[in-house]
């Protein structure tokens, strides 16, 4: 049961749930042990939360570490409630200070201090690190635990403190340089220590400048700094410049991946799930879901409601009515791609808050060019089918409602992030509701103005 195919994937899960209902724990043992970590992973997420508890406990204890790290925090924290304390106490204790505090994250207040009561002291002082800095921060996502020199130091004493440190520090590959005061005043890479055959050589000879960034910055944005810079790790600062901790490049592409699909699920009209799909119960895509349908749904008695106002005008020439899908159709459209490229800009640091008018410029230029470009086609066809006067109509409202579509959609975003709104929820969503209904007003307007109706 080695391959990585679907047919796999399935056969296992199927031959884990069945032993576990039958209560034939020593052949779900077996087929569990066969199983290699990645597909595990996969296929307990796939099981219910009872079962996956069951195949969780008949793991080695050394596995079931190395799995549950592995896990998502919030199905970390759904596990925990069908293990035994004492599993619980176990596997918290084996994970990193800022792995700990994702899951205490996740867990009822009367459970996470009960955890926290239960390491040692030292463990508990590096966890209560982390878990001071606020949510949303690099602070509390990176790692206090960190192996460092001194400018003073040699070579061959700095490596004899990286191998005393092997064990507790989150990675010996980027040691950062600090003086007497722990303000951070270099970097230094293990590479670069094992080249250097003279081991009498000062660090602070051979250190360079080191990349920072301060606690208190967003997690994302810090992130993006990491993987932007192509960084092994990315020193994590207080105020001071005093080192707090560091933020590995794993950690930094995991938040990454979580912002993203935030992103994705907001631009989709819904909120994220933060768990593997197949383990989630109905219900909880049921809340995801139905907040912004009813926004939505709001959003469409608008439409209603300027259609009722302009109903007049549709009974004096009831082939206006046939060009609605189409009007509103693109002028949603393109507001949500403008939208959707300054999200994307925003999240990349291309672009911050004070960026709206440049932005704004931009946007109603492309909008005008989509505009001119659809309103001619439109003219064109409309005019072969149904008159000048009609093709006039439809050619000049895709000309405004792409510009006004794009123009908006570039905008929000960026009002949003300045309001430290998520940008993503003023994308595809909202910009559609509001397109809908001033796309219709514009078209009606334009008529009356063009038809005399």
């Keep these: 049961m080695t391959g990585t195919t679907k047919w796999d994937l399935d056969e296992t899960t199927r031959r884990i749930r069945t032993s576990l209902q039958d209560t034939s724990l020593t052949e779900a043992a077996e087929t569990i042990a066969a199983v290699p970590t990645p597909e595990l992973i996969t296929t307990l997420e796939r099981l219910d939360p009872k079962s996956r508890a069951v195949a969780y406990r008949l793991l080695p204890k050394d596995r079931a570490v190395a799995v549950f790290e592995r896990l998502d925090p919030a199905m970390q924290g759904d596990l925990v409630a069908g293990l035994r304390d004492e599993d619980v106490a176990q596997v918290f204790a084996a994970l990193g200070p800022d792995d700990r505090v994702q899951l205490l994250d996740e867990l009822p207040a009367e459970v996470a201090n009960r955890l926290l009561q239960g390491l040692a002291p030292d463990e508990r002082e590096l966890t209560s690190v982390v878990l001071g800095y606020r949510p949303g921060s690099i602070g509390r996502r990176m790692s206090p635990q960190f192996v460092s020199a001194h400018p003073d130091l040699t070579v061959a004493e700095t490596l004899e403190h990286v191998r005393a440190g092997l064990d507790q520090a989150e990675t010996i590959y980027t040691i950062p340089v600090l003086n007497d005061h722990q303000r951070l005043v270099g970097v230094v890479s293990l590479r670069d220590l094992l080249r250097v055959d003279d081991r009498t050589s000062r660090i602070g000879d051979l250190m360079s400048p080191a990349y920072s960034a301060v606690a208190s910055t967003r997690d994302e944005v810090a992130a993006r700094r990491c993987a932007d810079l192509k960084l092994l790790a990315l020193l994590i600062v207080d105020e001071d410049d005093r080192l ?127 505009g001119l470009l659809l309103g001619t086609i439109g003219f064109l066809l409309t005019t072969l089918f149904y008159g000048p006067a009609v093709g006039a109509v439809v050619g000049l409202t895709l000309l405004s409602v792409c510009t006004l579509a794009a123009s908006v959609g570039g905008v929000m975003p960026l009002l949003a992030n300045a309001v430290r709104a998520d940008p993503a929820v003023f994308s595809n969503p909202f910009i559609t509701t509001f397109v809908d209904a001033t796309g219709l007003v514009v078209y009606f307007l334009i008529a009356k103005a063009l038809l005399g109706i």
């Design 244 to 370: 707090v901790g560091i933020l590995t490049v794993d950690d930094a592409l995991r938040i990454l991946e979580e912002a993203e699909s935030e992103d994705q699920a907001r631009i989709g009209g819904s909120e994220p799930l933060r768990s593997p799909y197949l383990s989630i119960p109905i219900g909880r895509i049921v809340r995801s879901r139905v907040v912004w349908l009813l926004v939505l749904a709001i959003g469409a008695i608008l439409t209603v409601k300027v259609l009722e106002t302009f109903e007049a005008t549709l009974a004096e020439m009831v082939v206006l009515s046939v060009f609605i899908p189409l009007l509103i159709g693109t002028g949603g459209n393109a507001g949500n791609q403008a939208a959707t490229t300054v999200t994307r800009a925003l999240a990349l640091g291309d672009l911050d808050s004070r960026d709206v008018f440049p932005v704004l410029s931009r946007e109603a230029r492309t909008g005008f060019c989509l």
